[in-house]
């Protein structure tokens, strides 16, 4: 036998062992959260002063949730020498439940997966692993929640909707989190303060929307696909990160809204982020609105981009406005951020996401489907313009945008790449035997990087959520 082919088997005997390693770990965790909400259904039928006449009664007030997904892809490329044009299928989603609490105890599950049905090319570089391409499944969340009228406490596996730390689900299910949880409303009870809320947060590892398992990384180390990747990371890990918040306007409709966070990103960066926004309500149905952001950002501890000589993360600002009317008929806004630019920094001092990079889901105005300021890696600014209309009775959401960056170059990028994004979304009436169904389809066509030339993106979706 050749060296060439003994070496094939050995790889292919190593990714057969992680791969069964990897599933025997996921089973583990299958067994000990039912195992979990098994104790609470029990404690649920037979506890003394719950509000549940009968086990069947408590199963009636559980929540059930999920969607189910299909879904395409295809990236085309232009440049004579790009990488290849990729496409993908892929069916799944997720399914889940919170249970009716017992003593303010509830137990939450939520199941993500994802298959092919054997679809995709078989050259595997023809592939848009994103998707993902081939097959996953993960427990995203299973946890334990404490819900009191004053505080809530969950944990572990979650889905977090921070504006750093996001679910980014467009694809076929969101990232997870392992990490505890807390919310605290002091005020509840005080109406002039009732809008104000503390969150606590400190999260240990990541499961990103194409991976199976949770791991101590994030999106600038290798494994995960999207992200972008720091080669020199294949090896290394982190810590996961701090957070605390203040956030004021829950209320749905308040027209003031504000928010002030401190992210820690052990051993990348820091960041101290602020974002309002203030609706005027005219009475008319024409609403003027306006937002502004802010973000200073410095480097964190033992720094591992700098380890690997990629530069700290950069003492740099970030700044952002947006403006725009909500009217019967269409939504019109048009947004600005800066970055500021530090020299010698990681991408010269641009914003660090490791939750998002690559996913294009940061709370920047600016921010398009294929990519904002995070995934262009440099510091500038950016200008963004887009329209948004429901027509037939909000049956058909359409939107339109624009963004346009003004860059320090950089080796994938010119000084000014563009992206257009068009979005059409069809869901199915209320009243309908399809309630709940959905079709999209997302265009996206972004110019500028050196070595792809025009890139065109489409994302077709059938979608039932329930």
Known sequence: ???????????????????????????????????????????????????????????????????????????????????????AFSLGGYAGLVTAPVYNLQAGLTLGAANSLGLNPVNSSQVDTTLPGGTVYTLTEAFVQYKHKYFTVRGPDQILDTPWISPSDSRMKPSGYRAIYGELTPFADYAPLKDFTFIGLRLFEFNGRAEGTFTPTNLYFPEHAGGSPVSALSDKSAPGALVFALKY?????????????????????????FDGSYTYKTGTGFNPLFGIQFGSQWEDGDNLLAQVGKGAAGNTQAY??????????????????????????????????????????????????????????????????????????????????????YITPTSSYTSNPYETDIDLTYSFPQTSAFTGLSIRNRFGWMTGNIKDQDFYYERFQVQYQF
């Not at 039928?45 to 295809?74: C, I, M």
């Not at 749905?252 to 960041?271: D, H, I, V």
């Not at 641009?350 to 262009?376: A, C, F, H, N, W």
Request: zero cysteines.
């Open 1 to 87: 036998m050749s060296q060439r082919a003994t070496r094939r088997r050995q790889r292919i005997s190593s990714r057969r062992s992680t791969d069964t390693k990897v599933r025997t770990a996921q089973a583990r965790e299958l067994v000990r959260y039912v195992t979990l909400s098994a104790s609470l259904l029990s404690a649920a039928a037979n506890a003394d002063g719950v509000p549940y006449d009968s086990l069947e009664d408590w199963l009636k007030q559980t929540h059930f949730h999920g969607n189910l997904r299909a879904y395409f892809f295809a990236r085309d490329y232009t440049a004579p020498k790009a990488p290849v044009d990729q496409t």
């Open 249 to 273: 306007g829950a209320t749905p409709g308040t027209p003031l809204t504000a928010q002030l966070w401190y992210n820690k990103f052990y051993n990348f960066s820091q960041l101290l982020w």
């Open 320 to 405: 952002g406005v947006i403006a725009g009317i909500d009217t019967p008929y269409v939504r019109l806004t048009a947004a600005y951020n800066g970055i500021t630019k530090q020299n010698g920094a990681f991408a010269n001092g641009d914003l660090l996401s490791p939750y998002s990079t690559g996913y294009s889901t940061d709370p920047l105005y600016t921010t398009q489907m294929i990519g904002g300021m995070i995934e262009k890696q440099s510091p500038g600014s950016a200008f963004r313009v887009a329209a948004t209309s429901y027509f037939m009775d909000k049956q058909i959401k359409a939107l339109v945008s624009y963004g346009g960056y």
